[in-house]
């Protein structure tokens, strides 16, 4: 399999178990960290942790001490007033070396979904939105957590999205604008795990449609043809035409 | 003036000016519709601004428009286009100014209308784009100037490259760098600081943010850690300067 980008930088990954982010929605919505870093050398301890909040164009970055030292800002300092829906927002943290390599990351953790209220990973494999789309009923965009279906706000809420028909429509077109947006476009590898088709691909992929070994990043004819079997074999597993005809009833051919 | 913003008519009327002047139908800026009643709104929070009579560049620009919020204790509306679709009618001589036969270049509608079906391009208009941006770096606007250094009606290459990688627009450190090594002593654009620049300048610094974390680092220390050589000469020209002060 190949593996485009090695790590000869001992930075560690930190887990969800020792990183991780838990909302508390309001207007505007705040959070809480866990944080679980002992297992680190003890010459991180002077090193200092950084939380990013991000989605699209905003960023906002908190400081939290250092790794002997951990101070949460306080809580009207944990504020995501730059966001205006929580529930778009990622986080990443990073254990930053401060004084011999100042700036060299020791730890982090990437793409981080939160926690919501209900204690709920928010890890649908795609996200929905409604959006003005000029005539259109559906469009897909991409942000650092992975695809983003966009639904014609005039059409009804995006839960348009849960509809037979639509499913049946859109789903594998779906699924191939994101296959080839990360590796066509992308050109991300099968272990590169700080992009989203990693959890797509081991917690989706590989487990539902038991598809064969990604092809190299260079070959494009392969990656395509890849592509399309993923493609092919969510429809044989999903039948998204048996979905259309169950709730339309007829069969255009008779 | 009282700023207002454009109905969904109000944008129509405006995309009809831009086609036409585009296919040289007319030369004579529509200035009727920005009062017109029925192709205008009041904004929620009216916001009165006098217009300056020249604005340097996209920073003296986003100043004043946010120095204008300031006053009326609000903020502008970001991610509304007939507010931006208005106010680029309203400034249409600094965002689309007549050469010396009375000509004028409007380009592509995007640089005066958002295009709200997709955001990722919305940096594209030439007003909505220096406002964000000194809105995301409105703590230290200093090292934006990377961006916004330019006329508002030439954005140029090297605003767009940088503009269409959220990672580096959105990191302070990023862009403390990017002013490093593109601006120079006087606050002019450096020579080599080109559409080329910023493409090989995006792609490390989202290999280099792998490792290291760059808002921490003071500028003239992370600009240590370009090594290609298209990179050096900027990161050379920018140390000498920075020895000089």
Known sequence: MPIKRLNFTNRVKLTREQANVSIHPGDPASFDAVLELSHLPASAATARVFIEAYHRATRMRFDYGTVASLTPPPPAHRLLKEFDDWKDVSFRIKVTNVTDAPGLILAWANSIQPKGPDDQPHNDLVRWRDAELDGRLWDIEFDESGPVVLVEKQVGHSNVGQDAHFIAAAYPEILRRSLEKALIHDRTAAGDDDHWFYSWNTGYLQPTLKLGEIPDANDQDALRDWIEEAVVSFGRKFRPADSWLKVAGVKGAD | ?245
């Open chain 2, 1 to 245: 003036m009282q700023l207002r913003r454009f109905n969904e008519s109000g944008i129509k009327a405006f995309a009809n000016f831009l086609g036409e002047l585009r296919t040289g139908l007319t030369t004579v800026v529509p200035v009727d519709l920005l009062t017109d009643p029925s192709l205008t709104e009041q904004l929620s929070t009216p916001i009165e601004a006098e217009v300056p009579v020249s604005l340097a560049n996209r920073m003296a620009f986003a100043k004043w428009l946010h120095s204008a919020g300031d006053a009326s204790q609000t903020k502008f509306p970001r991610e509304d286009s007939g507010f931006w679709a208005w106010l680029s009618l309203a400034l249409f001589d600094h965002v689309c100014p007549a050469d010396e036969l009375g000509r004028r270049k409007p380009g592509a509608d995007a640089r005066h209308i958002i295009d709200i079906t997709d955001w990722k391009r919305r940096y594209r208009h030439l007003l909505q784009n220096p406002y964000e941006l000194l809105y995301l770096h409105r703590e230290a606007p200093e090292r934006a100037l990377v961006v916004l250094v330019n006329p508002l009606h030439v954005p140029g290459e090297l605003t767009e490259q940088i503009n269409g990688r959220q990672e580096i627009v959105t990191c302070p450190g990023c862009m403390s760098l990017a002013t490093f090594l593109c601006v120079d002593a006087k606050g002019q654009r450096r020579r080599g600081a080109s559409g080329q620049f910023a493409r090989l300048f995006g792609k490390t610094i989202a290999r280099l943010s792998r490792t290291w974390d760059i808002p921490v680092m003071h500028p003239a220390l992370s600009a240590q850690l370009l090594h290609k050589k298209k990179l050096r000469k900027m990161v050379e020209a920018a140390m000498g300067d920075a020895a000089e002060k």
